[in-house]
Structures are given as structure tokens and as C-alpha cells.
């Protein structure tokens, strides 16, 4: 009878266990609004759903060359008759209306997304309004893959290029490393030819330069096989981070896909970490359609389980390393992991915004940096949801490089509240963070929300001064604007 009632109140036990998670993340799909708030006509917005602006008109661009170039010198011409500024825009993931000028013209790239392969040299030729998920699905086909790019495959390629993003491949470059040329109208409606041998400081500008020099065309990209890669994971103290990347990542050279995150919920908050990598595997990849399909709602509602939640922080830790347990070694083709959409983390609460931040520490200062952080962003009172490591290696192209060094890219995510006591707190620490930052020696990231000031933005890029004086020599009459030149400049 007591080995009965033993077996019963086990059985009880794992119900009680597995049902609790369960029940929170239910709870999550019952708290959402599947109803989407459209923007008003006559307005556009942002990644932000901060920034809702009352602009001029709205322009899609055609989808052929020839007719592009055509409309986009009526618009050229059109803003200098009607003294009007051009903003330009892709999947608008920026967050601090870098897309945006009130009661301007506002040109959506998206529909221009042509694509030629020049599979003997490695070369895409894309259209600047296509997403990284149709390149690649049309580089599968090929047996090709992107060589750098973001987590997600939901921006655009021109967007990415215009804030210069980096990726999770491992040690390498932003974005900027991987573009051999683009053409450019101006601000006359002349198409100009930019890469690192022909007119090589608007190149240099062009690139994380966010639209304020003209309109980007037609991109060369280079571009690597698509291969098979094997799943691996290392659980360790925060504290031993950089030692173990060297051991496990740099040192080895069948690693092609990294990156790190840190434990968030309270209990041993930051002082836990995962890297998480992928190395080569001796398999030939299977093409996008007949990779396993995911369960992508399941995956997406316990990340938002986390949102105010403690014990959906600790959760989603615990599944996590959990499922990297059962996954370890499972094989996936490179195309598969760069081809994650961003609605995997989607919010559909109405009354808060997901909102990003980064910043780059160079290695010696990767440890104080974290410990400088940790009473910072405890004292906010703002819901972080996740910070992502990466390691992105100096950058040589851009003109505005927030890489000047080898670093380690700190990725935030925050769950904010559309409140003006919520941002008011999201503005203090932002500014906490960035003199962390600058205590560290490192840089912060441009595309987000404009919180800092120009006279500290400088203390990070001194080299903003003469970046603006230089899209005065490009577009004297400053056509070219938004909402980041309007703080900035």
C-alpha cells in the first residue's frame, strides 16, 4: 500500500511539474491580442511603435531597374520643387526613426529585390529592398549562403548595409566586409558606382552612413557555400567567458556559426553563461523545404513568458539548457539557421515595445564591464528579456565603425511599457549604460532609440563632427534627412 501511494504521489509530483510551466505559458497566449494596430494613413512608424509620424507621402518603389530610376528622379525633383526631405526606408527595424522625417517623403524600397548569381566568383548582385530570407532562399537553390548577417532573415539587405550590422558568423567583420560595391543615385539623380577602389569615402560614408547620402541600388555581395553544421554547447560562469571562446571558438577552426547569452533571471543574475556554436559537419545540407519544420509558436511563447515574469526568466533558462542537452550534436544546414524570422520573439501586447540596444567591449574589459552593469541595470526597474554575445572583429570599411577593435558585442533586449515613466527610466539607464561603456573603452550601436546627447555621442564617435560635415559636401541642400540626423548633426 505505501510503494501505492508512492508511485501515486510521484505521478502527482510530475503532473504538478510539468503542468506549471504549461500553465504559465498558456496563460501568456491568453493574455495576448492577435488584433494588430494599423498605422494611419497619412503616418509610418517604426520597429520602436515609438516613433508614429505624420509624413508627406508614401512612395513603393517599382520592382524593375529602368522604372526606379525613372521615379526616383521625378521624387529627387519633385522634393527640391516642394522644398520637402527624403527619408528612406526597407522593413523599418531601426528604432529611433532613422526611416523617418515628419511631413516628408518617405520611399519604401521593399518591392526592388531582383537577384543574379555569378556562381563562378561568389558574387550576389541584389536589389536593396529584398529581405535576407529571400536571398536565402534563392542562394539554396545555388547550394550558396549569405557570408554576413544578423540573427534574423526579416530586414532588408539595404537597411542592413545602411546600419552596417553584424553577424553571429564567428569572428568576423560587420556586414560591411562582405560588400564589394553599390550603386548610389545622389541627391541630382546621378547613379554612382561605390566600392573600396572607386569613389571610396562615400563607400566608406554609404555604409552604416543610415540614407543621408543618397539611395542605395543594386549590391554585390559576397557569398559562401551552404554546409552542414553540427550543434555544440558549453554551460560556464560568466566570469570565465572570454577564456573559454578562445579554447573552444577561435581556436577552432570548424566553428562557422557563435554566440553566447547571459543567465538573466535573478538568482546568479549574469554570472552564468552558454556558448552556444556550430562546426562543420561531414553531411551534405539539405535544401530549405525538407529541413524539419518547427514548432515556432511554441518557441516564441516561452520567450515572451518572460516579459515581467521571474520565473519565466528562470524557465526559459531551464528549457533552454535543457533542450541544448537533448539537441547537442543534431545537424542543420547553415541556410536553416540564418533563415529565423523575427517573429519568433514577436510582442503582441499593444500597451508595451521590445526595444534594442548594443554595445561592443573590447576582450580586456569584458569582465568589468559585466560587473559595472549588473547594479545598473538592477536599480532601472526595467523587464530585460535577454542579452545575446557576439564577437565581431574590427572593422575596416565604415566610416562611422563601432568595431575599431576586435569585441564582444553585448546585445540587450528590454520589454518597455508605451509610458512616459518608462521611457523617462529606459533614457536614464541607457545613459548609465553608455558610461559604462566609455569607462570599458568601448562604442554603443546607432540604430536604436535617440537617448543620448550629441555632446556624448561625440565622446564615442569623434568622428561624427566631420561625417557630418561630409554629408553636407555629398547633399549640400540635405535632402537626404531623418529623424537620427535631426538629434545627431
Same mark, same amino acid.
Given at each position: 500500500?505505501?510503494?501505492?501511494?508512492?508511485?501515486?504521489?510521484?505521478?502527482?509530483?510530475?503532473? #504538478?511539474?510539468?503542468?506549471?510551466?504549461?500553465?504559465?505559458?498558456?496563460?501568456?497566449?491568453? /493574455?495576448?491580442?492577435?488584433?494588430?494596430?494599423?498605422?494611419?494613413?497619412?503616418?509610418?512608424?517604426?520597429?520602436?511603435?515609438? %516613433?508614429?509620424?505624420?509624413?508627406?507621402?508614401?512612395?513603393?518603389?517599382?520592382?524593375?531597374?529602368?522604372?526606379?530610376? %525613372?521615379?526616383?528622379?521625378?521624387?529627387? +525633383?519633385? +522634393?527640391?520643387?516642394?522644398?520637402?526631405?527624403?527619408?528612406?526606408?526597407?522593413?523599418?527595424?531601426?528604432?529611433?526613426?532613422?526611416?523617418?522625417?515628419?511631413?516628408? *517623403?518617405?520611399?519604401?524600397?521593399?518591392?526592388?529585390?531582383?537577384?543574379?548569381?555569378?556562381?563562378?566568383?561568389?558574387?550576389?548582385?541584389?536589389?536593396?529592398?529584398?529581405?535576407?530570407?529571400?536571398?536565402?532562399?534563392?542562394?539554396?537553390?545555388?547550394?550558396?549562403?549569405?557570408?554576413?548577417?544578423?540573427?534574423?532573415?526579416?530586414?532588408?539587405?539595404?537597411?542592413? *548595409?545602411?546600419?552596417?550590422?553584424?553577424?553571429?558568423?564567428?569572428?568576423?567583420?560587420?556586414?560591411?566586409?562582405?560588400?564589394?560595391?553599390?550603386?548610389?543615385? /545622389?541627391?541630382?539623380?546621378?547613379?554612382? $558606382?561605390?566600392?573600396?577602389?572607386?569613389?571610396?569615402?562615400?563607400?566608406?560614408?554609404?555604409?552604416?552612413?543610415?540614407?543621408?547620402?543618397?539611395?542605395?541600388?543594386?549590391?554585390?555581395?559576397?557569398? =559562401?557555400?551552404?554546409?552542414?553544421?553540427?550543434?555544440?554547447?558549453?554551460?560556464?560562469?560568466?566570469?570565465?567567458?572570454?577564456?573559454?571562446?578562445?579554447?573552444?571558438?577561435?581556436?577552432?577552426?570548424?566553428?562557422?556559426?557563435?554566440?553566447?547569452?547571459?543567465?538573466?533571471?535573478?538568482?546568479?543574475?549574469?554570472?552564468?553563461?552558454?556558448?552556444?556554436?556550430?562546426?562543420?559537419?561531414?553531411?551534405?545540407?539539405?535544401?530549405? @523545404?525538407?529541413?524539419?519544420?518547427?514548432?515556432?509558436?511554441?518557441?516564441?511563447?516561452?520567450?515572451?513568458?518572460?516579459?515581467?515574469?521571474?520565473?519565466?526568466?528562470?524557465?526559459?533558462?531551464?528549457?533552454?539548457?535543457?533542450?541544448?542537452?537533448?539537441?547537442?550534436?543534431? #545537424?542543420?544546414?547553415?541556410?536553416?539557421?540564418?533563415?529565423?524570422?523575427?517573429?519568433?520573439?514577436?510582442?503582441?501586447?499593444?500597451?508595451?515595445?521590445?526595444?534594442?540596444?548594443?554595445?561592443?567591449?573590447?576582450?580586456? /574589459?569584458? %569582465?568589468?564591464?559585466?560587473?559595472?552593469?549588473?547594479?545598473?541595470?538592477?536599480?532601472?526597474?526595467?523587464?530585460?528579456?535577454?542579452?545575446?554575445?557576439?564577437? #565581431? $572583429?574590427?572593422?575596416?570599411?565604415?566610416?562611422?565603425?563601432?568595431?575599431?577593435?576586435?569585441?564582444?558585442?553585448? =546585445?540587450?533586449?528590454?520589454?518597455?511599457?508605451?509610458?512616459?515613466?518608462?521611457?523617462?527610466?529606459?533614457?536614464?539607464?541607457?545613459?548609465?549604460?553608455?558610461?559604462?561603456?566609455?569607462? %570599458?573603452?568601448?562604442?554603443?550601436?546607432?540604430?536604436?532609440?535617440?537617448?543620448?546627447?550629441?555632446?556624448?555621442?561625440?565622446?564615442?564617435?569623434?568622428?561624427?563632427?566631420?561625417?557630418?560635415?561630409?554629408?553636407?559636401?555629398?547633399? @549640400?541642400?540635405?535632402?537626404?534627412?531623418?529623424?537620427?540626423?535631426?538629434?545627431?548633426?
Amino acid at each position: 500500500m505505501k510503494k501505492r501511494h508512492f508511485i501515486i504521489a510521484g505521478v502527482i509530483m510530475l503532473i #504538478v511539474f510539468i503542468s506549471i510551466p504549461a500553465i504559465h505559458i498558456l496563460k501568456t497566449k491568453w /493574455n495576448e491580442s492577435d488584433i494588430r494596430k494599423e498605422t494611419p494613413k497619412g503616418y509610418t512608424n517604426d520597429a520602436s511603435q515609438l %516613433n508614429l509620424t505624420k509624413i508627406d507621402t508614401l512612395i513603393k518603389v517599382p520592382s524593375s531597374k529602368p522604372e526606379i530610376e %525613372n521615379q526616383l528622379r521625378q521624387i529627387l +525633383a519633385y +522634393a527640391k520643387e516642394k522644398h520637402l526631405k527624403i527619408s528612406i526606408a526597407g522593413a523599418q527595424h531601426s528604432m529611433g526613426g532613422h526611416t523617418i522625417y515628419p511631413n516628408g *517623403i518617405l520611399i519604401n524600397m521593399l518591392p526592388y529585390k531582383h537577384m543574379q548569381l555569378d556562381e563562378k566568383n561568389n558574387i550576389l548582385t541584389i536589389g536593396s529592398g529584398a529581405l535576407w530570407e529571400d536571398a536565402i532562399q534563392y542562394l539554396d537553390k545555388h547550394g550558396k549562403s549569405i557570408a554576413v548577417m544578423q540573427a534574423f532573415s526579416s530586414f532588408s539587405v539595404g537597411g542592413s *548595409i545602411s546600419v552596417n550590422g553584424h553577424g553571429w558568423q564567428k569572428n568576423l567583420p560587420p556586414i560591411s566586409s562582405s560588400v564589394l560595391s553599390f550603386s548610389l543615385m /545622389n541627391p541630382d539623380g546621378k547613379i554612382i $558606382n561605390c566600392s573600396r577602389e572607386e569613389n571610396p569615402e562615400l563607400f566608406k560614408l554609404v555604409i552604416g552612413g543610415y540614407g543621408l547620402f543618397g539611395i542605395i541600388l543594386d549590391i554585390r555581395l559576397k557569398v =559562401v557555400d551552404n554546409i552542414a553544421l553540427q550543434y555544440k554547447y558549453i554551460r560556464l560562469r560568466a566570469d570565465r567567458y572570454p577564456d573559454y571562446y578562445k579554447k573552444f571558438i577561435s581556436e577552432n577552426p570548424d566553428v562557422n556559426l557563435v554566440f553566447g547569452r547571459l543567465k538573466i533571471s535573478d538568482k546568479h543574475f549574469l554570472e552564468d553563461a552558454t556558448i552556444n556554436y556550430f562546426e562543420k559537419a561531414d553531411e551534405k545540407p539539405l535544401p530549405l @523545404p525538407v529541413q524539419n519544420v518547427k514548432n515556432e509558436e511554441t518557441k516564441r511563447l516561452v520567450f515572451r513568458s518572460t516579459v515581467n515574469s521571474e520565473y519565466g526568466k528562470r524557465l526559459r533558462w531551464d528549457l533552454e539548457t535543457g533542450m541544448n542537452k537533448m539537441t547537442k550534436n543534431a #545537424v542543420y544546414s547553415r541556410n536553416e539557421l540564418l533563415n529565423d524570422h523575427v517573429s519568433l520573439i514577436e510582442n503582441k501586447d499593444p500597451h508595451s515595445t521590445d526595444l534594442l540596444q548594443e554595445y561592443f567591449i573590447p576582450e580586456r /574589459n569584458f %569582465n568589468r564591464f559585466i560587473r559595472d552593469m549588473k547594479p545598473v541595470l538592477k536599480r532601472s526597474g526595467l523587464d530585460l528579456l535577454n542579452i545575446t554575445i557576439r564577437a #565581431v $572583429n574590427k572593422d575596416e570599411d565604415s566610416y562611422m565603425n563601432y568595431a575599431r577593435e576586435n569585441v564582444f558585442g553585448f =546585445v540587450f533586449l528590454f520589454n518597455q511599457k508605451k509610458t512616459a515613466s518608462q521611457e523617462e527610466a529606459m533614457k536614464l539607464l541607457t545613459n548609465n549604460l553608455v558610461d559604462i561603456t566609455l569607462k %570599458n573603452e568601448g562604442t554603443f550601436y546607432l540604430p536604436y532609440r535617440l537617448h543620448i546627447g550629441k555632446e556624448k555621442m561625440r565622446k564615442v564617435y569623434p568622428q561624427a563632427e566631420s561625417f557630418f560635415e561630409l554629408k553636407k559636401k555629398y547633399d @549640400p541642400l540635405e535632402i537626404f534627412d531623418n529623424k537620427f540626423y535631426q538629434h545627431y548633426k
